[in-house]
């Protein structure tokens, strides 16, 4: 009987072992930036799987911790595997910070499409500043609609991602609200691919890439102190001369 488990035992033991770690790269929108790894026994097995990552580990940009925008894997050259952009999300608990007590959360569903045929569900949430009517919740969504169908119409997929990510479709939404409401923050609550069009051009500009460490400026006007220099070493004193003892006759004491 104990021969049949440490047979199970050995041959998942195997199957571990031949599984090969293959790393997983964002689209070129995002640099090629590394996701991660994932094991597999094979390039058709790391097909298809999906990566999520945040604005904070792609970029450095700590404000921005709380997007995550999710990858899928479309080709395997390798043991590299790359992926295209299929939405993104924000986490439970900075929309749970924004919905708050005598507040108005507005939800709206817009399915919008890029100039370059992509098909993207977008998701804006508007809050309020006080409990509004029903007629104003309409009519926010009503903005909401039809400024995120103007603004996909308007720019490539690479362009729309950056408007999602780094808030400026949230702030177009928004200008646009204040006429009828005081709103107290609009943000795209969630994105989703429904049918990808054209891929962007290899040689276009990344709409993000990771923050290099700034260098802190001296104060306007004043002069940057230079380096502090080393000191010179002091010269050594030279050792002082040993006298040989005198030599000692035999037989003198």
Do not use: C, N
């Amino acid at each position: 009987m104990p021969a049949k488990p440490r047979a199970a035992a050995k041959k998942v033991k195997d199957k571990w072992r031949a599984k090969e770690w293959y790393k997983i790269y964002a689209p070129d929108m995002f640099s090629k930036m590394q996701l991660g790894e994932t094991p597999s026994d094979s390039a058709e097995g790391v097909m298809g799987r999906i990566t999520e990552a945040t604005v904070q580990d792609l970029t450095g940009d700590f404000s921005k911790m709380h997007i995550k925008i999710k990858f899928r894997v479309t080709d395997v050259r390798g043991f590299d595997a790359h992926t295209m952009f299929i939405g993104h999300d924000l986490t439970s608990d900075y929309v749970r910070r924004l919905t708050r007590r005598k507040r108005t959360k507005t939800d709206m569903v817009v399915d919008v499409t890029t100039k370059d045929a992509w098909e993207i569900r977008v998701k804006p949430m508007a809050v309020s500043e006080q409990r509004i009517q029903a007629s104003q919740e309409t009519a926010v969504r009503h903005i909401m609609h039809e400024e995120a169908k103007k603004a996909a119409a308007e720019v490539t997929i690479g362009e729309f991602v950056r408007m999602l990510i780094m808030g400026e479709l949230s702030k177009r939404i928004s200008d646009a609200s204040k006429i009828i409401v005081p709103i107290k923050r609009i943000e795209i609550r969630r994105s989703e691919v429904v049918r990808a069009g054209k891929m962007p051009e290899p040689g276009e500009a990344p709409i993000m890439a990771p923050r290099e460490p700034e260098a802190p400026e001296a104060p306007e006007g004043e002069i940057p102190a230079p380096a502090p220099e080393m000191p010179a070493e002091a010269p050594t004193a030279p050792a002082p001369e040993v006298q040989p003892a005198p030599a000692v006759e035999e037989g003198k004491e």
